[in-house]
């Protein structure tokens, strides 16, 4: 097998990587639906209008899905696993539940134009009391990985570069 780069010059999304409730982890009305949500900004704070944003996270237990199916859509099943493209003003959003577990956070990764390989991020429910990952960063970088929450809702802001940049995580065994 020969190996090819992460992403190409692009994006490619429209082709098969949209389907049928890819951003509801869980329907819009279920009990203990939660919105996550937010914005994907360059380093200018710009949006970027045609950015992936791809999640996983464990269910409201803290226990992470342990069988296949992760583009199931029953109403019924929990994956933990989701897809949403962002819209024209930078903003994407899934219908999910609240992860659970001691220092609970949803892993989110991002592919955007010019990014020759996804990006790897947390976003942390506030609240709760650093992991090692999250205490082990200077205070003003750690914010960039706490979601806002009000409601039933949970805002996570992406921003590729600049100011108040996330902080994105590396991965050796990445394959990309």
């Known amino acids: 097998m020969i190996e090819t780069p992460g992403q190409t010059i692009g994006p490619f999304f429209g082709f098969a990587l949209p389907y049928a409730g890819d951003s509801q982890l869980v329907p819009p009305g279920h009990p ?4 996550f949500s937010g914005l994907v900004l360059d ?19 803290g226990s992470v899905a342990a069988r296949a199916g992760s583009l199931r859509r029953d109403g019924f099943t929990f994956t933990g696993w989701g897809r949403a493209a962002t819209d ?30 996804r990006l790897f991020t947390r976003a942390y429910l506030p609240g709760y009391p650093p992991d090692g990952l999250l205490s082990s960063l ?39």
């Open 43 to 61: 380093g200018d704070g710009v949006a970027v209008p045609d950015a992936l944003i791809e999640i996983w996270q464990p269910d409201a237990e």
């Open 32 to 35: 203990d639906a939660v919105q």
């Open 138 to 176: 200077p205070e003003n970088r750690r914010r960039t990985l706490v979601a806002l929450e009000e409601g039933a809702s949970l805002t996570f802001d992406i921003k590729l570069q600049g100011a108040d940049e996330t902080v994105f995580l590396r991965f050796d065994n990445s394959s990309d």
């Open 88 to 117: 024209n003003s930078g903003r994407y959003s899934f219908s999910t539940l609240r992860p659970g577990g001691e220092a609970p956070f949803i892993a989110v990764t991002v592919f955007a134009r010019g990014l020759l390989h």
